[in-house]
């Protein structure tokens, strides 16, 4: 696992890249910018979203607005957008689930995740947590496996829709680990978290973002984090190699898109603007207090690293034994 992630988390850890740029187009936008939301409102994405389109609009003193169009794992609105004018004024902001993952599980989508989709700016959000509804008697992730292990097919996992990263996260983990559980779907990380804690399922795979308020409340559990070190919001929660998992972390980010075929001008000028709004003290301030330790990406080094880590994680749904779509 380690060696198929690794080229991923080593493009992921790239520094700004500080080349020196052509000119960019000083007449846009013309008009008012939509930024596509794949998935309901009330996520992480959701948030992002609305944080870059608040100070985007301040920088171009033209409206930008967030809007949902959910479905199918995110893919519906990934392709609403792949399909759009490739002109900047329709953008995409999204998790990997409908880029990354989607390339890997889908046999067959309408778009290409990796060709019809230019990135702009991203964040590298910190790993999944397990987390378990209280009621259910395990308390470490060794206890979580050895249950599902004595009641195979009993256990239900919730995602927000297949092809996310909770539905990826709890795939791997079962191809892992050897157990089996059935995947309950949902049109979105909220109502899949409220689910979960009021025990219509009883395990997810999830952004910390998503479940802190839960975990706060003592209505979920958290049982491991999904990633190579601990989190400082859950200090005394183990990663899952140190509870005895290995294998199953996965690198996740939320991201601005613009269609391929975006003029090279307009384009510079998207990623310039974004990146320059986004790295203001306050918005720095914001993005830490929301996700802890979430590095920022800009355009240039999103574009080479997201057709390696689509092909990464391609070859570790096959590895692994995951199903496709």
Not at 56 to 76: C, D, F, N, P
Not at 134 to 156: D, F, H, I, M, W
């Amino acid at each position: 696992m380690k060696r198929l992630l690794a080229p991923a988390l080593a493009l992921a850890a790239l520094l700004a890249c500080g080349a020196p740029q052509a000119q960019s187009r000083p007449d846009f936008p013309s008009k008012g910018v939509h930024i596509v939301n794949p998935f309901p409102p009330g996520s992480p994405v959701e948030y992002v979203g609305r944080l870059v389109a608040q100070n985007l609009e301040q920088a171009w003193g033209k409206y930008v607005v967030v809007e949902s169009r959910s479905g199918a794992g995110g893919t519906v609105g990934a392709n609403y957008v792949a399909k759009a004018a490739p002109d900047g004024h329709t953008l995409l902001v999204t998790t990997a689930s409908p880029i990354s993952f989607a390339a890997a599980l889908y046999e067959k989508l309408p778009y290409d995740p990796v060709k019809d989709l230019a990135p702009v700016w991203g964040i590298v959000t910190p790993g999944q947590v397990v987390v378990v509804n209280s009621q259910l008697p395990v308390r470490t992730l060794a206890e979580l496996v050895a249950y599902a292990k004595a009641n195979p097919g009993k256990l239900s996992y919730a995602s927000s829709g297949i092809g996310t990263v909770q539905h990826f996260g709890g795939e791997l983990f079962q191809a892992r680990t050897g157990t089996k559980m059935v995947h309950v779907p949902y049109r979105g990380g909220a109502p899949a978290a409220t689910d979960l804690a009021g025990g219509h399922v009883q395990v997810m795979f999830d952004s910390l973002t998503n479940q802190l308020r839960n975990i706060e409340a003592g209505k979920v559990r958290p049982l491991a984090i999904l990633r190579s070190r601990r989190d400082s919001k859950l200090p005394d929660v183990p990663t899952a190699a140190k509870a005895g998992v290995s294998g199953v972390e996965v690198v996740n980010w939320i991201s601005l898109f613009a269609p391929a075929g975006t003029p090279a001008d307009v384009l510079r000028t998207l990623r310039q603007t974004a990146k320059s709004v986004m790295a203001a003290p306050d918005n720095v301030a914001k993005l830490t207090e929301t996700f802890g330790e979430a590095q920022v990406l800009d355009g240039e080094q999103l574009a080479q690293m997201i057709p390696t880590e689509a092909r990464t994680y391609i070859e570790l749904v096959e590895h692994a034994g995951i199903p496709k779509q």
